[in-house]
């Protein structure tokens, strides 16, 4: 496939490859994230595919489907970080710290 025949059709690629993303995902910035790779791994193979072709459009579609899984997937396994506010200034660790076994921080140390 030629590049221009490539980047003129670039557009229509990258749309469903973010509405099937954004519908799995239920997050636009993800959503945006797997259509970027999406549409990477589509450049990374360009002259092997046919654009004439209407599967392209379903192609994509699964890649961006496939991706959106895999990012789900590794969310599980490493969730976000949890940001926890201790705001009181007693000296006292914060609860969470306990709850998975430490028992000093180098604040308290230094106390």
Do not use: H
Not at 13 to 20: E, F, K, M, N
Not at 52 to 81: C, H, Q, V, W, Y
Request: with cysteine; charged share 30%.
């Amino acid at each position: 496939m030629e590049n221009k025949k490539f980047i003129s059709s670039a557009g229509e690629l990258r749309r469903v490859a973010v509405l099937r993303a954004s519908s799995i995902l239920q997050d636009s910035c993800g959503a945006e994230d797997v259509a970027q790779e999406v549409m990477l791994k589509l450049w990374q193979v360009r002259d092997k595919l046919d654009l004439d072709s209407p599967k392209i459009l379903g192609f994509a579609s699964t890649l961006s489907r496939n991706l959106s899984l895999n990012k789900l997937r590794s969310e599980k396994r490493m969730p976000k970080a949890q940001v926890i506010a201790d705001n009181d200034d007693d000296g006292d660790l914060p609860d969470y710290l306990s709850r998975i076994g430490i028992s000093e921080t180098p604040d308290s140390k230094m106390e």
